[in-house]
């Protein structure tokens, strides 16, 4: 009886490689031209508010994220979606406030605000834009409010009328009984 030996082979066969997935994903910022890198797994809505946050002041704010293919039907990222790759010919494109609205006039469709946590994007998300898009304060504003004054003095006026005629109110009431 003859035991076949194998040869001992001191170089392991070559393990199967796969490419590993990329570890960032990239969005074209329609609105500056700029391509912004996301760590992968980064939810949509909170690269949103980066390259929103980026942004100069009266550059159209980005809504979304789309992964687009010449030819293909553009597929839409929620805000917690998250970005992904999906190979040759798709790009991450962010949708604007101009593009947006004229695609869907007959729709009105606001935009969905993420809730991002302080510690990740340091101060809150709408303190930087606050100052930037309230509009001053305009002789209608003022007008409301002068109206809504005089409403509570007149309304104050009807009550003291009210209280100062009640006790005859009531004598009147206990009389004709």
């Known amino acids: ?33 700029r391509t912004r890198r996301f760590a992968a797994g980064t939810e949509a809505g909170f690269a949103i508010y980066l390259i929103n946050k980026k942004l100069d002041i009266g550059v159209p704010l980005a809504l979304h994220v789309e992964a687009v293919k010449e030819g293909e039907e553009p597929i839409s990222f929620g805000p917690t979606a998250v ?8 790009k991450l494109e962010t949708v604007t406030e101009v593009e947006f609205a004229g695609v869907l006039k007959e729709r009105v469709v606001q935009p969905t605000k993420v809730k991002i946590p302080k510690s ?8 930087e834009r606050a100052v930037a898009s309230q509009p001053g304060i305009s002789f209608v504003y003022i007008g409301k409010i002068f109206l809504a004054i005089i409403f509570i003095f007149v309304l104050a006026a009807v009550f003291t009328l009210a209280l100062e005629n009640l006790p ?4 009147f009431i ?4």
């Open 174 to 177: 206990n009389s004709s009984m």
């Open 83 to 90: 970005l992904v790759d999906y190979g040759d010919g798709w």
């Open 1 to 33: 009886m003859a035991v076949e030996e194998l040869p001992s082979n001191p170089i392991p066969p070559p393990l199967l490689q796969h490419p590993l997935p990329p570890k960032f994903v990239e969005v074209i910022c329609k609105s500056s031209g």
């Open 120 to 127: 990740i994007g340091g101060a809150h998300p709408s303190s």
């Open 168 to 171: 005859t109110l009531i004598l």
